[in-house]
């Protein structure tokens, strides 16, 4: 039990970091658009075109929020089948 | 001691940051010249193609292993999609490459890496098709080898393990975003001040934002470390087998 106790622990270590930002930097916007790096591309050179675009693009914010929440789901089902997985072979391994 | 001085000289320097905003992720498709986007994806060729027999070697020699192959894979998919604020003010995203590297090597990594990437470019448009091969690179090799190296090293030395992954995991998320500085640098050097100033631009987007969600991705593979050395610890012959 005593890893529980200090995986509990860790990751609420990884929360604070996560929410610190939000408490102590307010004004900022946190933004998530790609725009920040492309601007900075074109301000070191402007002449610069992008000369390939994407085929298709998530037609809104919150349908690519919900993509990637897709992605974070699948992975963490893997991870929990993993982990459910070892601990039933565990208690088998006692019986 | 020393990891502790380094974990502190890394909060003060994560406190001392004034607050900007700007974003670290993947290179945009399209923002990377033609012979540059090429020019990245020959440089993984090499790489990927390791890792491909690498992982035959494994599947062939102990198909327990595939369930901890899919584990590493997993873990990659879970916090590339993790988009985390950071107190620069900025939002940038973990890489997760950590976990499968010290599993399996950078060589399996890179493709693992790959493949996240890949699906991210189509499905998300996140990165790119043509920067792939630039992404594949900072994220699924020139991480994982700092991974490789910080782990090697740090496994010889008498540092605690967990400090050892700790380390190794956060050096490699941050390692992903100087590699991806540099890229940006190379490709588009400054009209005014060339490739430094470019460079110290693109650093000050890229690799300063990324300090505490580097961090925040050494503790959480260390807690994967933790899982698996318990049940490890604890379980039968099967689980000795997978891990």
């Given at each position: 039990m005593k890893t529980l106790y200090k995986n509990i622990l860790l990751f609420l270590l990884v929360i604070f970091i996560a929410v610190s930002p939000l408490v102590f930097n307010k004004?900022?916007?946190?933004?998530?658009?790609d725009g920040e790096a492309e601007a900075m591309i074109g301000e070191v050179s402007?002449?610069?075109?992008?000369?390939f675009s994407g085929f298709?693009?998530?037609?809104?914010g919150e349908v690519e929020s919900a993509l990637f929440v897709l992605q974070a789901v699948l992975g963490s089902a893997f991870i929990f089948y993993f982990f459910g997985y070892l601990k039933g072979k565990r208690e088998k391994a006692y019986d | 001691m020393k990891m502790k001085k380094v974990l502190l000289f890394f909060s003060i320097l994560v406190i001392g940051l004034s607050p900007q905003v700007v974003e670290g992720m993947h290179i945009m498709e399209g923002f990377l010249p033609i012979q540059w986007a090429i020019g990245w994806f020959i440089v993984t060729i090499p790489f990927l193609i390791v890792g491909m027999k690498k992982i035959k070697e494994i599947l062939v020699e102990n198909p327990n292993k595939k369930v901890l192959l899919g584990l590493a894979a997993a873990f990659v998919f879970v916090l590339s999609a993790l988009k985390m604020p950071s107190i620069t003010g900025s939002s940038s995203h973990l890489t997760g490459t950590g976990l499968g590297t010290i599993l399996f090597g950078p060589g399996v990594m890179s493709v693992i890496g790959s493949i996240v990437l890949l699906f991210q470019a189509i499905?998300?448009?996140?990165?790119g098709l043509t920067t792939l091969g630039a992404n594949i690179f900072s994220m699924a090799i020139a991480g994982p080898l700092v991974v490789f190296t910080v782990y090697t090293l740090g496994k010889k030395s008498k540092i605690n393990k967990k400090w050892v992954i700790f380390m190794a995991a956060s050096l490699g998320n941050l390692a992903t975003y100087v590699v991806t500085a540099f890229q940006l640098a190379l490709a588009h050097?400054?009209?005014?001040?060339g490739f430094i100033g470019a460079l110290s631009k693109f650093l000050t987007i890229f690799a300063l934002t990324q300090i505490p969600l580097a961090i925040a991705e050494g503790i959480l593979t260390v807690i994967v470390f933790n899982l698996l050395e318990e049940y490890k610890k604890e379980g039968g012959e099967i689980i000795e087998d997978i891990i």
């Open positions: 004004e900022a916007e946190f933004n998530g658009a402007p002449d610069y075109e992008p000369w298709w693009q998530p037609p809104s | 499905l998300l448009a996140h990165g050097p400054d009209v005014t001040s």
